[in-house]
């Protein structure tokens, strides 16, 4: 069977709607499952941000070395860890775009996007090229919008339980929201493998925080120990998102995207299936990219 058949063998099994972009970015040989689709990016928005944060120092505006100071009024919702510490702290620059890259700490990724200021995102991608990238929302809007309440300094207990607005904004397939589809993330990606954004030495320091991914459940769920994955994962109720660069060998790499959704307020009353459903999704995300190192390993 094909590669691309194997990858919809898994997705018919995946409880979910999947779509998935890839491309070896030695062969030029591309794979594409409704690549075309949009989805809500969640947290792999933070690879545009990167990316625009990168282009930003290029013009003086700020650089890694540079301390921002945290405050209260700054912090945000989990994930990440930045919520929890105390006022005054003041990380670097490339110290907030770590945090926002490999644990998805969401006060390091709007401390970020106030600096970068409202749109320059979604303009830079259309500059690009990336036409179907739209980044209008920081992730406290996306909060603003999904919950009763995005005041960090909330009980985190009381807020599992929250119920969420799956009719607003956030869940929104237009430019109002921050979408993308497979094919433009994937893109995105092949042309910092290339060098080709902002500076070759730009992008060799995007991919060298994107290797750093400590959330590695989706497309390296099943990668051999210690296999080089450059990624961002993106995640909110019922959507489940991954991108990034497979180091598949020395000589041989793909740019990979995969997005899903599915109804997981059909499960939302049964705390077994609840968390089955999502566990399960992932392992399908782990047999593409493994579907994926083995086929392109030896090239």
């Not at 282009?55 to 945000?76: I, S, Y």
């Not at 296999?227 to 790499?253: C, M, V, W």
């Amino acid at each position: 069977m094909s590669l691309e058949s194997d990858m919809r063998r898994i997705i018919e099994n995946s409880g979910a709607e999947m779509s998935v972009s890839a491309r070896h970015l030695e062969s030029g040989q591309q794979i594409a499952i409704d690549a075309d689709l949009p989805f809500p990016l969640c947290s792999v928005l933070k690879i545009p941000v990167l990316v625009e944060a990168f282009r930003h120092m290029a013009e003086g505006c700020f650089a890694l070395d540079d301390r921002w100071e945290l405050t209260t009024a700054q912090k945000n919702l989990p994930s990440g860890i930045l919520v929890f510490c105390d006022d005054g702290l003041a990380p670097t620059v490339r110290d907030l775009l770590t945090l926002m890259i490999i644990i998805s700490d969401n006060t390091a990724t709007d401390m970020v996007l106030r600096r970068l200021g409202e749109g320059s995102v979604t303009r830079t991608m259309h500059n690009l090229g990336l036409t179907d990238i739209h980044v209008p929302l920081t992730i406290r809007q996306i909060f603003d919008d999904l919950l009763p309440s995005a005041d960090p300094t909330q009980d985190l207990l009381t807020l599992a339980t929250a119920p969420r607005n799956r009719n607003g904004r956030c869940y929104s397939l237009g430019s109002d929201n921050d979408v993308g589809t497979p094919a433009a993330l994937t893109k995105l990606l092949t042309r910092i493998w290339q060098g080709e954004i902002v500076s070759h030495d730009a992008c060799n320091e995007m991919l060298k925080i994107l290797r750093k991914q400590q959330l590695n459940d989706r497309l390296p769920r099943y990668l051999p120990p210690g296999t080089p994955f450059a990624h961002k994962t993106g995640t909110l109720p019922g959507i489940r998102n991954d991108s990034g660069i497979l180091y598949a060998s020395e000589n041989s790499h793909v740019a990979v995207t995969v997005f899903s959704r599915w109804d997981d307020e059909t499960v939302a009353d049964d705390p077994i299936a609840s968390k089955e459903q999502p566990v399960a999704i992932d392992r399908a995300f782990g047999r593409i990219g493994r579907l994926l190192y083995d086929a392109f390993r030896g090239s």
